[in-house]
Nanobody, 125 residues
Framework: QVQLVESGGGLVQAGGSLRLSCAAS????????MGWFRQAPGKEREFVSA????????YYADSVKGRFTISRDNAKNTVYLQMNSLKPEDTAIYYC??????????????????WGQGTQVTVSS
């Protein structure tokens, strides 16, 4: 059974940084893309970033491009989201996710089959 466990959230002032981690287990990590999504109160879950498998292509929402960096360590079965220059509008619960299809890197929430429990990120102004 695939399990995803996020960590690294917290409270930070605007302009600060946080690094989220997501540890995966239950299948061969390196052959599946990984994604980060977020959901703010009263809003739909939205795409933040995704990373492919072997070629490490990365994708970002326009709202985080240039501030966030996604990476993965296949030896540790872990994906990271480095978040810099945080803004109050980045406040949300952040989720990592992985799709069922190998070697594809989707960007819609409904294309992801497995989700972590989420970690809260709060950015104060």
């Amino acid at each position: 059974q695939v399990q995803l466990v996020e960590s690294g959230g917290g409270l930070v002032q605007a302009g600060g940084s946080l690094r989220l981690s997501c540890a995966a287990s239950g299948r061969t990590f390196s052959t599946y893309a990984m994604g980060w999504f977020r959901q703010a109160p009263g809003k739909e879950r939205e795409f933040v970033s995704a990373i492919s498998t072997s070629v490490y292509n990365t994708y970002y929402a326009d709202s985080v491009k240039g501030r966030f960096t996604i990476s993965r360590d296949n030896a540790k079965n872990t994906v990271y989201l480095q978040m810099n220059s945080l803004k109050p509008e980045d406040t949300a619960i952040y989720y990592c996710a992985t799709p069922n299809a190998r070697f594809l890197t989707p960007m819609r929430p409904d294309e992801y089959a497995y989700w972590g429990q989420g970690t809260q990120v709060t950015v104060s102004s």
